[in-house]
Nanobody, 117 residues
Framework: QGQFVESGGGLAQPGGSLRLSCVASRMIFSTFAPLDLGWYRHAPGKQSELVASIDSDGNTNYPDSLKGRFTITRNNSRKRLYLQMNSLKPEDTAVYYC????????WGQGTQVIVSS
């Protein structure tokens, strides 16, 4: 069982927004805070993709194709990671996961995002 539990997915229309959340409920603060973390997605028939990352200092990184639409943030005291997704497109449809950026743990259930009119 993974360390992370994702939520917040659902059905959105093209151009809409969703905010995903992930909690590391079994971690203690001192373990979570120093971690570099990422949001990943896996769509059927496609390779898994890292869509956003954030390091322990709060520095973020995104693929060029997603810059300006996705925003990753973290709340260390709550052991939570967030992904704000705006201007959603059908190609954003996927199961989204959070995990460590380096040496990922076992994957959680993920949260399904479907972008469709």
């Amino acid at each position: 069982q993974g360390q992370f539990v994702e939520s917040g997915g659902g059905l959105a229309q093209p151009g809409g927004s969703l905010r995903l959340s992930c909690v590391a409920s079994r971690m203690i603060f001192s373990t979570f805070a120093p971690l570099d973390l990422g949001w990943y997605r896996h769509a059927p028939g496609k390779q898994s993709e890292l869509v956003a990352s954030i390091d322990s200092d709060g520095n973020t990184n995104y693929p060029d194709s997603l810059k300006g639409r996705f925003t990753i943030t973290r709340n260390n005291s709550r052991k939570r990671l967030y992904l704000q997704m705006n201007s959603l497109k059908p190609e954003d449809t996927a199961v989204y996961y959070c995990n460590k950026l380096h040496s990922p743990d076992s994957w959680g259930q993920g949260t399904q995002v479907i972008v469709s009119s």
